[in-house]
């Protein structure tokens, strides 16, 4: 058995005892369903769809029809349990916790067969107490209930009123009441997404033994003093004191390149007890700030805290420190109602550009650090400087903020609501105060987090009666809103973080909701706030159709995925337009014909014989239309920035909708078979389909390597609009796609993302022009 133990902190002096030891719980453990007729090894971190999937109990869980196949697994009530013997003497400890990082979601958890706990919460952090049941040898189960069965009892429980909706659309073929559960929201299905509400232990869970006391947080902000010109530092540090006497000592905070040391003096009761601590910044000092991609250099300051406290105890941490400051605009605009919504940094007004994020896979355990890093560096390479952490999705693991603050990438972070209205009875509203309370704390010190909104689209669902409720009912949802995102989540922002603004939904009016008493009468107005837009009939490339907002926070178009990306998950049967598989795989109503009919307004459709061609020829297009749909609404969102028509504009913001897929299907995303938009710009004179005199384009490609980059040397004996280069499975980024080539050669870099030949990308390329439909 391989041992995870770390010893974190040592007593000085003789040094021989520890004064806290950490044994890591990861690696396999047994699961089993509610009959016990089914019994598997999995990993934790993990889920039972990945452990059934690597023993080779289900396929791909992305094949064909497999979500809906599947869905007995997240019907079921799974168990993981593990039997382990503890590598240290336990009599020695005064205290040994349970930690657990990450429980999706329901679960009993029993500790050598005596119940220690339940958990209801994916977004949580959880600790328990095991100090009286731990032995030398132990045994731990996590007892799941379906969390599609326990959302279906909590909305039959609330007897008082309806909770909407109760289901998604038909369309989204997911499970019912998700907003019963604090889970990741999209994991019942989506309008661009599968369902699969998984179950496990998707973060790390370990023991924790000390003595004398123990460090459970430890968190800081920068807070810039305009009044005095100089920056401080808060740091906030709790406790956990077991020790029977106060525990004394002193605390020495050290930042050496801003050429800082300052010592305090502390005294620990026992109990629960929070150290705060507050650093300044000599003004004499020149404090380099953070600033986003574009606009600067990501400086940041490594910090250490030393707690150096009785009996030898030393306590150290170390962190890096970013200095920024962030404002939300609000103000009257010269020549136009309402108020302006824009973003300072560090005193100087940003344009935010970029896209929505969601979840990069429905089974976190597949989501690696490199995966993040690729995705990431992708937003980077294409002159991005934000995204929005949607509402439906997840919390992002630590990794990713680490990534924003290093890449310069500004993160809007949404609170996990999306698209309903949600109960506040006493025990659903503890649950999400301690989610929001952790959140915040592990959060706050990232600088690429410059906002926290409430919600996904709920202040428009319940305004614009999206769930068709009664006028007289009305203020019994009113209430119920403003109880969960003003009266708890917004007074936990502003008691636990002062160095960004809140809002309290996505869209909305911002000042204008407040005065309006936290709910406006058109939360998506063009004059106030930001908004979401999407218009699937009128004609994209007419910008008249575009609303002159202050910020566009949402805005899009669909697209299928490449062949290729397809090819995987899919039979032949199933390569065409109006295929089962191609049906079953579209989750937003009409959204084929949508497609097709915006595609038709500017292209001319495919009308091969060959129906793989013309299913090739089809997903070529509607991707060709995504492009230029996006490019012209995105245009047109610049261009209002600096500029008041007809009483309109001052736009401020542009993030389109979305960045990424969740799995191989018709979605609104820019980065599916991992490439994203051209950043090249062109106009034409006409539309293409009118277009004369196109001659069919001969396009050939010689590949070369140079270090880890090929270069692709691309020849045309003819002008090729929309060139489009695949390489089928082999991931990476070109440095240009969907572009114009009116040159006859023209250079396109490839960044491999795995290590990848020459040889395969001969065989894997693949080239398509408009000119081969035409």
Known sequence: MRLHLLLLLALCG???????LSYSLRG???????????????????CVHSALFQQGLIQDSYYRFNDLNYRWVSLDNWTYSKEFKIPFEISKWQKVNLILEGVDTVSKILFNEVTIGETDNMFNRYSFDITNVVRDVNSIELRFQSAVLYAAQQSKAHTRYQVPPDCPPLVQKGECHVNFVR???????????PSFPTQGIWKDVRIEAYNICHLNYFTFSPIYDKSAQEWNLEIESTFDVVSSKPVGGQVIVAI??????????????????????????????????????GHGNQTGYNMTVLFELDGGLNIEKSAKVYFRTVELIEEPIKGS???SFYFKINGFPIFLKGSNWIPADSFQDRVTSELLRLLLQSVVDANMNTLRVWGGGIYEQDEFYE???????????????????????QGFLDSVTAEVAYQIKRLKSHPSIIIWSGNNENEEALMMNWYHISFTDRPIYIKDYVTLYVKNIRELVLAGDKSRPFITSSPTNGAETVAEGWVSQNPNSNYFGDVHFYDYISDCWNWKVFPKARFASEYGYQSWPSFSTLEKVSSTEDWSFNSKFSLHR?????????????????FKLPQSTDPLRTFKDTIYLTQVMQAQCVKTETEFYRRSRSEIVDQQGHTMGALYWQLNDIWQAPSWASLADHELLSPTNYHFLSSPKEAVGLCKAQITAIISQQGDVFVFDLETSAVAPFVWLDVGSIP???????????????????YPWEPTSKNELERSFHVTSLTDIY
């Not at 453990?29 to 993990?46: F, H, M, R, T, Y």
């Not at 889970?183 to 309008?191: G, I, L, N, T």
């Open 14 to 20: 003789a040094g021989t005892t520890a004064a806290e």
């Open 403 to 425: 990534l924003c603050d290093e890449l310069g990438i500004m993160v809007w972070q949404d609170f996990m609501f999306a698209c309903a209205l949600y109960p506040t009875d």
């Open 586 to 602: 579209q989750h937003h109503e009409g959204g084929n014909k949508q497609m097709l009919y915006q595609a038709g307004l500017h």
């Open 183 to 193: 889970k990741e929201q999209c994991s019942f299905s989506w309008d661009w997404g």
């Open 28 to 46: 396999n453990w047994s699961i089993c369903n509610g009959n016990g007729s089914l019994e598997l090894p999995g990993a934790v971190p993990g």
């Open 256 to 293: 050496p390149k801003l050429q800082t040391q300052q010592t305090y003096n502390i005294e620990l009761q026992p109990g629960k007890r929070i150290v705060e601590l507050f650093v300044n910044i000599s003004k004499n000092i020149t404090v380099e700030t953070w600033w986003p991609h």
């Open 337 to 339: 109602p309402g108020l």
């Open 732 to 750: 990476g980024r070109f440095s240009d796609n969907g572009f114009l080539m009116t040159e006859k050669t023209r250079t396109i870099l490839f």
